[in-house]
Nanobody
């Protein structure tokens, strides 16, 4: 059974930094893609960033240059490092994953299957 467990998040001041962690387990194939999403109550979930098995990353325009996705395959952990945080970045952040069958399979536009529990990020102005 695939499990996605998130950690990190919390309260940070405007301009501060946080790192979110996403630990994936239970994949029966060596390749999987991981996406990060966020959601504000009352609004639709927004895609933020993703990374594939080859380490190729994609970012939404709203976070490009400020957020970085990285992965450590040895520990099956993916990180979302968030810098220069703004009040509009405040949301519940979700990590999601999906197995793939190719090392370079894209992480963009994927129908993610396995989701983490979400972790809140609050940015005070």
């Amino acid at each position: 059974e695939v499990q996605i467990v998130q950690s990190g998040g919390g309260l940070v001041q405007d301009g501060g930094s946080l790192r979110l962690t996403c630990a994936a387990s239970g994949f029966t194939t060596p390749y999987y893609v991981v996406g990060w999403f966020r959601q504000v109550p009352g609004r639709e979930r927004e895609w933020v960033a993703c990374v594939n098995s080859a380490g190729t990353t994609h970012y939404s325009d709203s976070v490009k240059g400020r957020f970085t996705v990285s992965r450590d395959d040895a520990s099956k952990t993916v990180y979302l490092s968030m810098n220069s945080l703004k009040p509009e970045d405040a949301a519940v952040y979700y990590c999601a994953a999906r197995r793939t069958f190719a090392f370079r399979a894209t992480c963009a536009g994927v129908d993610y299957v396995n989701w983490g529990q979400g972790t809140p990020v609050t940015v005070s102005s």
